[in-house]
T-cell receptor
Framework: DTEVTQTPKHLVMGMTNKKSLKCEQHMGHRAMYWYKQKAKKPPELMFVYSYEKLSINESVPSRFSPECPNSSLLNLHLHALQPEDSALYLC??????????????FGSGTRLTVV | AQSVTQLGSHVSVSEGALVLLRCNYSSSVPPYLFWYVQYPNQGLQLLLKYTSAATLVKGINGFEAEFKKSETSFHLTKPSAHMSDAAEYFCAVGGYSSASKIIFGSGTRLSIRP
């Protein structure tokens, strides 16, 4: 299995809702990432988990809350989002904490719309 | 600090023509460089990566890139464009930092004319 699976593919939520994005990989990768991508822009790093511990938080607002329950699963909990948070949310994983030798494997993303 | 600059936000070529997408990097240490492709409404797929083993790197779908230290460049080429190559292409750089970051360029949209 060489995939990163993200669910749901599409999500529409109100500003008072609580929802979660899910990411799963079974490649034995020990680093997992959340990226946010606005239209016609490159991905922007949000969080990095290394060996199930949060190692990087790129000053992301607290309405985004990541969680890594185990080495295969990464969640992003969403609460009280704003319309400007509408974007494609991409999950990625890499073989080791030092990702540069290998690059990332990306999921296909969750298209989030906040209304 | 590391960064990459992609020259040209949009490149249009005819089917069968040479594809050349430009990327220049800035890094104080020997860089690791990547090219990713993104098709509409999809995630990013790794095309190829440079990790200092060889300066000419061959990737998937007939793409290749050459690392030129003197020019701080890592341009992506393909001899003959196919309609299926139409997509967004991102150059990215990552180094030895334990921060585990890959920094993406702004992207180049490749269009293929019939």
């Amino acid at each position: 299995d060489t995939e990163v699976t993200q669910t749901p593919k599409h999500l529409v939520m109100g500003m008072t809702n609580k929802k979660s994005l899910k990411c799963e990989q079974h490649m034995g990768h020990r680093a997992m990432y959340w990226y946010k991508q606005k239209a016609k822009k490159p991905p922007e790093l949000m969080f990095v988990y290394s060996y199930e511990k949060l190692s990087i938080n790129e000053s992301v607002p607290s309405r985004f809350s990541p969680e890594c329950p185990n080495s295969s699963l990464l969640n992003l909990h969403l609460h009280a989002l704003q319309p400007e948070d509408s974007a494609l949310y991409l999950c990625a994983s890499s073989q080791e904490r030092t990702v540069s030798n290998y690059g990332y494997t990306f999921g296909s993303g969750t298209r989030l719309t906040v209304v | 600090a590391q960064s990459v600059t992609q020259l040209g936000s949009h490149v249009s070529v005819s089917e069968g023509a040479l594809v050349l997408l430009r990327c220049n990097y800035s890094s104080s240490v020997p860089p690791y460089l990547f090219w990713y492709v993104q098709y509409p409404n999809q995630g990013l797929q790794l095309l190829l990566k440079y990790t200092s083993a060889a300066t000419l790197v061959k990737g998937i779908n007939g793409f290749e890139a050459e690392f030129k230290k003197s020019e701080t460049s890592f341009h992506l080429t393909k001899p003959s464009a196919h309609m299926s190559d139409a997509a967004e292409y991102f150059c990215a750089v990552g180094g030895y930092s334990s921060a585990s970051k890959i920094i993406f360029g702004s992207g180049t949209r490749l269009s293929i004319r019939p």
